[in-house]
């Protein structure tokens, strides 16, 4: 069995596989936290297709499968978020894959609490896993990023214990809600392609930032 889908990976008549890389900090302490959707977001993808994340591989957990005849690696980096690239370098490399087609699942204070952006390019916005995942692509930007909002601060909190806070009950119905429609937009993506999928998403999404970005988070 091992053998027969190692060789369907590696068939040069087989779509070229995409790479899916959620952020966050590994153990327990940090489970649920808001730092952590892009873990979640792994997790739901890998459910949702029957993808087990049951082996170790270039410092993460690490599964593989199919989504159609298309091969999916999921990963999630154990470096802590701010050595993700250390992870995330070496398996982009290790599968010889061109930053077209890797995927990064990432918090965002800059988006109301469940909203999501799709994006083919970007710089890091002082997040510093992605500065972490950009600095060992040797400075390449060219990746894609899905962006999961988590919403700002209240008041004067400092920016950092918010991240490493449990969502409310609110928000947390949001994030719920949010994974579902990122494991949407993934198969999407898969299926059409990152230009189409991004165009078609981020249309949906713009409206969904209008009813909530007054809204407590």
């Not at 920016?159 to 490493?164: R, S």
Request: proline share 6%; with cysteine.
């Amino acid at each position: 069995m091992l053998n027969r889908l190692s060789k369907r990976f590696l068939s040069t008549f087989s779509p070229q596989p995409w790479l899916f890389v959620g952020l966050g900090n590994p153990g327990d302490k940090y489970k649920g936290t808001r730092h952590n959707v892009g873990f979640e977001m792994i997790d739901s993808f890998a459910e949702s297709q029957g993808i087990p994340m049951d082996t170790v591989h270039c410092k993460a957990i690490f599964g593989k499968g199919f989504v159609g005849d298309v091969p999916v690696f999921l990963a999630k980096p154990q470096t802590y978020m701010n050595l993700s690239g250390e992870s995330t370098g070496p398996l982009a490399a290790y599968y010889k894959l061109p930053l077209n087609r890797v995927v990064v699942f990432h918090d965002d204070m800059d988006l109301p609490c469940g909203v999501l952006r799709l994006h083919h390019k970007g710089g890091h916005g002082s997040h510093n896993g992605l500065k972490s995942v950009i600095y060992h692509f040797r400075g390449n930007r060219e990746f894609a990023r899905l962006r999961i909002g988590i919403g700002r601060p209240p008041g004067q909190m400092d920016p950092k214990a918010f991240l490493l806070q449990k969502f409310n009950a609110t928000a947390r119905e949001r994030i719920d809600a949010a994974l579902q429609e990122g494991v949407g937009v993934l198969k999407l993506l898969i299926s059409e392609g990152l230009t189409e999928s991004a165009r078609c998403f981020n249309t949906e999404q713009k409206y969904k930032h209008i009813r909530l970005q007054t809204m407590p988070t």
